[in-house]
């Protein structure tokens, strides 16, 4: 079956998912304004995959699970990967994805994944439902990746826009060492702004790729402009970790903001996959349900 579009509108919101991936690939407001990065394979051909069973790299794409080896590749297989339409209506849509659909070796439990996304009037709900069909306790990470536009108005910059959070930050952030492939756990950064609450954009804070904010002290943080004071709200209860990113250079004119469980490989773990932070732990026969809500600003 060839991928498909499918699109939810409720008079104030359009948004379109794609089936391949079920990546949210628009979100447009009634004067038909677009929030999501539209893909380009020359700077990033993504726009809002959904990591699942890892976040990031792991080491050589490879861990080790109840004693055997496997390979991952980088945030997981699902952004290509094409998923099942279980619902659609006017304003709510279901893709789901089970084991089956992975690659040999990839990961040992049984499960299904299922993305929803609900249209509401000042924003979208995205929901990420894992059920475990295995015979014992499965594990995983997962998170969001979705890419805004930065800037949305001509004229605008990059450099006009910042991210807000809404109480102040009491611990730094991490870095990624490029070299290593790793984040540096060793070493904390200082909050990038003067008062723990705003992050003016500079392209310096994305020179060595995400940064990641591992002990968030919130669970929402607004991307939005000085000069319009137009932008994104993204609230994310159920994840521990935020962070963001964008490519290097004037071209990404885009950021990412990035709930997660989970991480890429870190310099304090080693490459058993039971010990990767923030891992996920689901009971036979549960479900784990992890949302994040985009309300436009």
């Given amino acids: 079956m060839k991928p498909m579009i499918i699109t939810l509108k409720n008079g104030c919101l359009t948004a379109g998912i794609d089936t391949m991936g079920a990546q949210l690939i628009s979100l447009k407001d009634k004067d038909g304004t677009e929030y999501i990065w539209q893909r380009d394979p020359e700077v990033w051909k993504n726009c809002s995959p959904i990591l699942f069973p890892i976040v990031g790299n792991l080491r050589n794409d490879r861990t080790w699970i109840e004693g055997k080896e496997y390979s991952i590749v980088k945030h997981g297989p699902c952004k290509t990967l094409e998923f099942d339409l279980l619902v659609s209506d006017e304003t709510e849509a279901v893709f789901a994805l089970d084991d089956g659909h992975f690659p040999e070796g ?7 994944l299922r993305v929803r996304y609900r249209l509401g009037e000042k924003g979208l709900t995205a929901s990420l439902e894992v059920e475990n069909r295995d015979g014992r306790d499965i594990f995983y990470c997962l998170g969001f990746h979705t890419g805004f536009r930065c800037p949305l ?9 910042e991210l807000t959070f809404p109480e ?6 991490r870095r990624y060492d490029l070299e290593k ?5 060793s070493r904390e950064y200082p909050f990038p702004g003067k008062d723990g609450i705003h992050i003016p954009l500079t392209r310096a804070l994305f020179a060595n790729d995400a940064f990641w904010f591992d002990r968030t002290a919130a669970r929402e943080v607004s991307l939005k402009s000085r000069v319009s004071g137009r932008g994104v709200k993204v609230e ?3 994840f521990e970790t935020v962070a963001f990113w964008t490519t290097p250079g004037e071209r990404g004119t885009f950021l990412c903001i990035e709930p997660w469980n989970g991480s890429g490989a870190c310099s304090d773990e080693d490459d058993e996959f039971i010990h990767k932070n923030h891992l996920q732990r689901l009971s036979q026969g549960k479900t784990g349900i992890y949302s994040m809500t985009i309300s436009l600003l």
């Fill in 153 to 161: 108005g001509e004229g605008e910059r990059f450099e006009d826009y």
């Fill in 181 to 185: 492939l790793e984040f540096d756990k």
């Fill in 168 to 173: 102040k930050q009491t611990a730094g952030y």
């Fill in 106 to 112: 990839c990961y040992p439990y049984r499960f299904q």
């Fill in 236 to 238: 994310y209860p159920d």
